[in-house]
């Protein structure tokens, strides 16, 4: 078991060094997941937003279509694509917020869905349960979060939420994965 992944890496940077990062590894089952990098940041609260939201999404876009036609060439590997953890566009903790960089994160999302589609790859979506989760307590406290307080990086509870989506996707809930025995002695 490898984890392959580069945290500040884009679609384009991912392609750069799949072969030798992952291909030399000769994986079995494959995890592939991308955008929070791949949209941007700071622009989403510039004079024209929209058309860099749209530039970020075609680049985004063209790159993963690059990936794709690698991970095609893999045979026998189990590929799962996974819909990255949201940026927290909705909590008020703090006024610094990049306005609509999620939905354009799901907009990358969905480009992902359907190359899972069109090749027989499982597809996971952290973006869309998370952003629930977040949503249904800020209905209560407009400040909280599971993303952590820079909107990006999953605090603990994220990453709770991540691991049981993953072994829910799994078919792992409610299963028993393992016995331990515990032997106490008396000293």
Known sequence: SYNCGVGGDTAKEILARFDDDVLSKNPSVLTFTFGMNDTG?????????????????????????????????LKGVRTIMIGTSPYDQTSTFNDDIF??????????????????SRNGWEFLDFNAPMVAMNMKQQETDPTFTIIGNDRI???????????????QAQGMVGKKVADM????TSG
Not at 41 to 57: H, I, L, Q, V
Not at 101 to 107: A, E
């Open 99 to 116: 306005a609509r960089k999620n939905d354009n994160m799901q907009r990358v999302i969905a480009v992902q869905k359907e190359a899972a």
């Open 41 to 73: 940041y700071y622009e989403y609260n510039g004079a024209d937003s929209a058309a860099f939201a749209r530039r970020k999404f075609e680049e985004a876009k063209e790159w993963f279509a690059r990936c794709e036609e690698k991970l095609k060439t």
């Open 181 to 184: 025995e515990l032997n106490a």
């Open 153 to 167: 990086h999953p605090d603990n509870d994220g990453h709770m939420a991540m691991a049981y989506l993953f072994l």
